[in-house]
Nanobody, 117 residues
Framework: VQLQASGGGLVQAGGSLRLSCVAS????????MHWYRQSPGKQREWVAV??????NYADSVRGRFTISRDNDKNTGYLQMNMLKPEDTAVYYC?????????????WGQGTQVTVSS
């Protein structure tokens, strides 16, 4: 199983980006998908989670970011609106996946988001 994150880029404050995280391999189910972010010199920060039945967000992004999933495509998304310079970070997806190997936690490689003021 592999996770591939994409969609990062450079955007002005107030703009939007949509990140994608595609899971590939012999996947039976994606039980949950998280997004995290890490800025230089800071610890990795949890951003959002989606399960089969619910979503939740960090207070810093609630109301601006929306997490979603497409089960048919084994893909998760993070729609980021009203971006702020403090949202600048490398964004990572993390997923709890059941596959032929069993149930494990996987990380994507990260995608850079830069928000200019």
């Amino acid at each position: 199983v592999q996770l591939q994150a994409s969609g990062g880029g450079l955007v002005q404050a107030g703009g939007s980006l949509r990140l994608s995280c595609v899971a590939s391999g012999s996947i039976f189910s994606i039980n949950a998908m998280h997004w995290y972010r890490q800025s230089p010199g800071k610890q990795r920060e949890w951003v959002a989670v989606i399960t089969f039945t619910s979503t939740n967000y960090a207070d810093s992004v609630r109301g601006r970011f929306t997490i979603s999933r497409d089960n048919d495509k084994n893909t998760g998304y993070l729609q980021m609106n009203m971006l702020k310079p403090e949202d600048t970070a490398v964004y990572y997806c993390n997923a709890d996946i059941t596959s032929r190997r069993g149930r494990y936690d996987y990380w994507g490689q990260g995608t850079q988001v830069t928000v200019s003021s």
